[in-house]
């Protein structure tokens, strides 16, 4: 998986050097899901033109190109410091003092793990994160 997500974030670099993957997930064996974002949005446009930049994969494949939405993934240490402030949901692969599960606000962010705030204050490796996620804003609130 290592490769192919550094060939695709490679040809979406040559397409617009503002595009970033995210995320690339294998939710089938012939399938690949590519999360998106740039600076100023993604649109159907932007994910049309990552798609037909990969027209070899797409003959192996079936690829999905979105958004990010309202539960952003984070996936690298970029991210998590990037959205200091915002709650966020972390589940890992291991129990971290008994819990797998953590919501709470991201207080601290380096390259080998992060601090949240929450029920209970938690330091998280990031090589023991499986999937972490921003929890969508109220309206009205930041």
């Given at each position: 998986m290592e490769e192919l997500q550094e060939?695709?974030?490679s040809?979406?670099?040559?397409?617009?050097?503002?595009?970033?993957?995210i995320?690339?997930?294998?939710?089938?064996?012939?399938?690949?899901?590519?999360?998106?974002?740039?600076?100023?949005?993604?649109?159907?446009a932007l994910c049309e033109r990552v798609a037909g930049v990969?027209?070899?994969l797409n003959e192996r494949y079936s690829i999905e190109v979105s958004s990010p939405g309202a539960e952003r993934p984070l996936t690298k240490p970029e991210h998590f410091r990037r959205f200091r402030g915002r709650r966020v949901r972390v589940r890992t692969r291991e129990s971290i003092g008994g819990r797998r599960?953590?919501?709470?606000t991201l207080v601290a962010a380096d390259e080998r793990e992060l601090?949240?705030?929450g029920e209970a204050d938690v330091t998280i490796p990031l090589a023991a994160i499986r999937r972490s996620t921003l929890i969508p804003e109220e309206v009205g609130s930041k």
């Open positions: 060939t695709i974030e040809r979406i670099r040559d397409l617009d050097p503002e595009v970033e993957l995320l690339l997930e294998r939710p089938a064996a012939e399938s690949l899901r590519l999360v998106i974002d740039r600076p100023d949005g993604v649109d159907l990969l027209p070899d599960s953590f919501t709470g601090a949240l705030r």
